[in-house]
């Protein structure tokens, strides 16, 4: 089932989506890039199916996909509010610039005895599906290479190099630098000059880590090998001997408010603080988009909500765990916020000490939330083997307590209603090529 949220609200039906349709759509607004993601995903035909809309569906799903997303949402659009004339619907869904989807870092030279080359450093700040005619103009000529925006990360660096054979009786001085004819910076050179090149710098792995960027946003996933543990603690009554047999990544920290703005709502707030007062459903929204934005960087795997038996295997720390109390110490005030230290609210991330597997603020600060549905008694799994509890049920598992957790209560575990949304609740990214699904 296809829960769609258009500019932020649950979009129920087809005549509520129209009414949205027939407002003014502006290029990289919210209800633009909702459209883009659920009609490029698929996922909006899919919807329009559960809605008895077939042939609807299938005409949004014959949207050619290679085309520019301006373009796209205009026959979107066009083809769901019934117009004939595709494409001339909305006219003010216009092409962005070059310099809305690209800043100009740096333009240098280098220079040999037999060739001259200029290298233009461009830095990827919003990313759509157009492409631009991006180049240089000199004394020697012109050199030019299509640039596509859907190809590049937030934040990515590009280097392109635009070469030429030096010749006798002329030098460079001048370079004009352009994109679809349009000037976009005039630089002077003495043709001599040379520079070191800065090559082509995409988000790198660290260690056996992952590090991902959207605009100078980062945040880190650490590695979890699989292995086994006994899930629960002996005051519950339940432990379980708990097999994972795939390796898998989890947030260093829980998602901050910065990461969550900058995917829902495409604005930059520098805070690193937890974002909480969402419920699960919203979550579940956010996580849909962060595997939009990030498609080209995951190699197949997914984003999604830890399972419970993931979050408490990393708590404690994996295959390097050392049996701590709490996860990283036998002491809570080094490893969280908790009622007598946290002043009641939330702090800043990664500011405790963290466990073995350098997973920071796993207890205290705000509890997680679990792919799992709350079944009562820890660790009432069927199965010992990458153990999930799905069961649609509106009650959903909790894990890591908050900021009003204390000693008594070991890696706190709660059951919370879907639709609660606490100053206290917040989520730790799992990232996984074994994927669960959540019939909700």
């Known amino acids: 089932m296809v829960i769609l949220y258009i500019n932020d609200e649950h979009c129920s039906s087809v005549e509520q989506l129209k009414g949205y349709l027939n407002n003014e759509i502006k290029y990289g607004s919210p209800l633009f890039m909702d459209l883009v993601d659920y009609g490029r ?16 569906a299938k005409d949004v799903d014959s949207i050619n996909q290679t085309i520019g997303d301006s373009e796209y949402v205009s026959l979107l659009a066009s083809a769901i509010l019934g117009e004939k004339k595709l494409g001339e619907l909305h006219n003010d869904i216009i092409k962005p610039h070059f310099s809305d989807c690209f800043n100009i870092e740096d333009v240098h030279a280098e220079r040999s005895e037999e060739k001259t080359s200029i290298i233009v450093v461009l830095k990827a700040k919003m990313i759509v599906n157009e492409t631009f005619e991006f180049g240089i103009q000199t004394i020697w000529g012109r050199r030019a290479v299509n640039v596509n925006s859907k190809d590049s990360v937030v934040g990515e660096i590009l280097s392109l190099k635009f070469t030429y054979r030096n010749r006798p009786n002329s030098s460079l001085k001048e370079v004009l630098v352009m994109a679809n004819d349009n000037i976009l910076r005039q630089e002077t050179f003495n043709s001599s000059s040379s520079a070191i090149e800065i090559n082509k710098a995409k988000t790198k792995d660290y260690d056996d880590n992952k590090v991902f960027t959207l605009d100078n946003i980062h945040f880190n996933m650490i590695l979890v090998k699989s292995g086994n543990f006994e899930m629960g603690w002996y005051h519950s009554g339940s432990i379980q001997d708990v097999s994972i047999t795939y390796d898998y990544y989890i947030g260093e920290f829980p998602v901050t408010q910065g990461l969550w703005n900058y995917v829902m709502e495409r604005i930059k707030v520098d805070s690193d603080f ?16 962060l595997n939009r934005m990030l498609k080209n960087e995951l190699n197949g795997m997914e984003f999604r909500m830890p399972t419970e038996a993931e979050w408490e295997y ?3 720390g994996g295959k390097l765990g ?18 007598r230290n946290s002043d009641w609210h939330t702090h800043t991330v990664g500011k405790k000490k963290s466990n ?26 069927e199965q010992q083997v990458n153990p999930i509890c799905l069961d649609n049920s509106e009650y959903i598992i909790t894990r890591g307590g908050g900021y009003t957790i204390s000693d008594s ?14 100053e206290d609740l917040g989520l730790r990214l799992c990232l996984s090529s074994y994927k669960y699904k959540y019939e909700d």
């Not at 899919?46 to 042939?55: A, K, P, R, Y």
């Not at 990283?328 to 916020?337: R, T, Y």
């Not at 920071?360 to 799992?372: Q, T």
Request: net charge negative.
């Open 41 to 56: 995903a698929g996922e909006l035909a899919q919807w329009l199916i559960e809605q008895g809309e077939t042939e609807l």
């Open 409 to 422: 209560l070991e890696y706190e575990r709660r059951g919370v209603p879907k639709n609660y949304a606490p």
């Open 274 to 289: 937890p974002k909480t007062g969402v419920c699960w459903k919203d979550w579940h929204i956010f996580i849909s988009r």
């Open 322 to 339: 050392k049996n701590k109390k709490y996860p990283g110490s036998d002491v809570l005030d080094e490893v969280a916020w908790n009622v």
């Open 314 to 316: 990393a708590a404690r």
């Open 356 to 381: 073995e597997l350098g997973l920071y603020d796993m207890f205290g600060n705000i509890g997680e939330c679990c792919l799992d549905s709350h079944i009562g008694r820890h660790c009432n799994f």
